[in-house]
């Protein structure tokens, strides 16, 4: 069975954490925080969950020299983003901190999988692979998953179907504001989005989506300060697809060597994961105006890349 050890105990990591331990995604939980007053009250809470839930599970407060044996290391730790703050302006504090946790996980003889969902997390999970040298198959950033859950969300709503029944439509690109919504390839029941009646066949339609899911954070934000249970719910989704070897295809962040003709820079994008982590990089069909976007999406990720000393 597996071990996971999530770093970072604030509202996301244990969002996650909670998702993965309904799942019964690990029989082996840890947890490593640089407040021990938190990490500890998150164990005891957790625990609490063994005796409701279908599978039993250990979960304890850990530290880096325990991680030699983990299996996963899922990264949440960074400062919180303020409201109407963009994830890129988060960068030096958080790209700060990356960097040392990469430290001590090399450190550590560590040899698995590690998710980051920390923001800006392109650019956090560009620095982790450059501190660590880990393979890049072996380190999967959030990406834009949680941006792909709320386009399928918001189009399942207007049609009146499950969002699982949205087929290819994703966010690719920058998890922010420069991400690009791959309207042209997206299809319900076998049709395009645009033969779904005359509102899905304009561009007005578009727009406004593509504003809403790239603007729904800072709603939320505003609101209630943060964003934890869908990216929370988004990681378990990745974690599953690994741990039960699925073979799916599930948007992430992944390192670039030539795909969309872009290299050296992680960005989101669908990939094929699994017990390996990621096998494949999938390669969406474009429309001129989307490869447009997405270009100008690379050359924001690449911009801030560069300013930042590795």
């Given at each position: 069975m597996a071990k996971v050890v999530l770093i970072g105990a604030g509202a996301v990591g244990t969002s996650f954490l909670y998702?993965?331990?309904?799942?019964?995604?690990?029989?082996?939980?840890?947890?490593?925080?640089?407040?021990?007053?938190?990490?500890?009250?998150?164990?005891?809470?957790?625990?609490?969950?063994?005796?409701?839930?279908?599978?039993?599970?250990?979960?304890?407060?850990?530290?880096?020299?325990?991680?030699?044996?983990?299996?996963?290391?899922?990264?949440?730790?960074?400062?919180?983003?303020?409201?109407?703050?963009?994830?890129?302006?988060?960068?030096?504090?958080n790209v700060a901190i990356i960097k040392e946790i990469a430290r001590k996980i090399k450190a550590s003889k560590?040899?698995?999988?590690?998710?980051?969902?920390?923001?800006?997390?392109?650019?956090?999970?560009?620095?982790?692979l450059k501190a660590t040298g880990f393979p890049k198959s072996k380190v999967i950033g959030s990406g834009t998953v949680l941006d792909t859950a709320r386009l399928r969300v918001e189009i399942a709503k207007d049609i009146g179907v499950s969002p699982n029944s949205i087929d290819n439509a994703y966010v690719i690109g920058e998890h922010g504001d420069s991400s690009v919504t791959t309207f042209s390839s997206i299809t319900v029941g076998g049709k395009a989005l645009s033969e779904w009646g005359c509102k899905f066949n304009s561009e007005n339609y578009e727009e406004k989506l593509e504003k809403y899911v790239a603007r729904k954070a800072y709603e939320i934000i505003n609101r209630k300060r943060a964003t934890f249970y869908g990216i929370g719910a988004g990681m378990a989704k990745i974690l599953s697809s690994i741990v039960n070897d699925k073979g799916?295809?599930?948007?992430?962040?992944?390192?670039?060597?030539?795909?969309?003709?872009?290299?050296n820079i992680v960005m989101g994008v669908p990939c094929v994961l699994n017990k390996n982590g990621i096998s494949k990089i999938v390669k969406v069909n474009l429309n001129s105006k989307e490869q447009e976007k997405l270009a100008a999406s690379y050359k924001i990720i690449e911009g801030i890349n560069k300013e930042i000393t590795f």
């Open positions: 998702s993965a331990i309904n799942q019964g995604l690990a029989n082996e939980y840890g947890i490593i925080d640089v407040s021990e007053n938190g990490r500890d009250g998150n164990v005891l809470d957790l625990e609490d969950a063994i005796a409701s839930v279908p599978k039993e599970f250990k979960i304890y407060a850990a530290d880096y020299d325990q991680l030699d044996d983990a299996d996963y290391i899922l990264i949440a730790a960074g400062r919180p983003q303020k409201p109407e703050e963009t994830r890129l302006q988060m960068v030096q504090d560590f040899s698995g999988i590690t998710l980051i969902c920390a923001n800006p997390v392109d650019i956090l999970t560009y620095a982790y799916d295809i599930v948007v992430c962040g992944a390192y670039l060597e030539g795909e969309y003709g872009f290299s």
